[in-house]
């Protein structure tokens, strides 16, 4: 089981901003900028092009309602969209609001984001996913 699935279970608590049958979002634990978003499928699979077509692209249209909810909730110029998956061996997309390219830094992160902060953020984004 990996670590976003334990998180999935409830057995490891997280900021959650939206979920639905088949997939889930939540803030990053240290993030690269305020309101920094990972959206992940339930079902286990490591390497996201690994996931089969119609999951994927299912997955994209849950990260886009994500995303609006972030920009709304956090305005910004865009909300950055990566891959990376070389920590964790479960499939996520990185959600980032962007002013500036140096929002999506991933080697300078938020060292102990605040906490009461990171759950402000996660409501406010929750209330503004449709
Ligand atoms: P990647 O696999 O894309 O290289 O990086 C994994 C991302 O997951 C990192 O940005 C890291 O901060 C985040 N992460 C790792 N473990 C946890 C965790 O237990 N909870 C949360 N919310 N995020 C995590």
Same mark, same amino acid.
């Given at each position: &089981?990996? $670590? @976003?699935?334990?998180?999935? !279970? ?5 900021? #959650?901003?939206?979920?639905? /049958? %088949? ?6 634990? +240290?993030?690269? +900028? ?7 499928? %339930? *079902?286990?699979? /490591?390497?996201?092009? /690994?996931?089969?077509?119609? /999951?994927?692209?299912? &997955? &994209?249209?849950? !990260? %886009?309602?994500?995303? %609006?909810? $972030? ?28 002013? *500036?390219?140096?929002? &999506?830094? @991933? #080697? ?8 009461? #902060? ?5 409501? !406010? ?6």
């Amino acid at each position: &089981m990996t $670590i @976003f699935s334990r998180i999935i !279970a409830g057995e490891i608590p997280c900021y #959650k901003v939206a979920e639905n /049958d %088949k997939f889930f979002a939540f803030l990053d634990i +240290n993030p690269v +900028n305020w309101g920094h978003t990972l959206v992940v499928p %339930k *079902k286990e699979e /490591d390497y996201i092009f /690994d996931i089969a077509d119609e /999951d994927l692209a299912e &997955m &994209m249209v849950f !990260a %886009k309602k994500v995303a %609006k909810g $972030i920009k709304k909730a956090l305005p910004c110029r865009k909300v950055g969209v990566t891959v990376l998956g070389l920590e964790v061996p479960h499939a996520h997309i990185h959600l980032v609001p962007l002013q *500036k390219e140096g929002d &999506m830094d @991933f #080697k300078s992160k938020i060292d102990n984001p605040d906490a009461e #902060k990171m759950k402000e953020i996660a409501e !406010a984004i929750a209330s503004n996913i449709e």
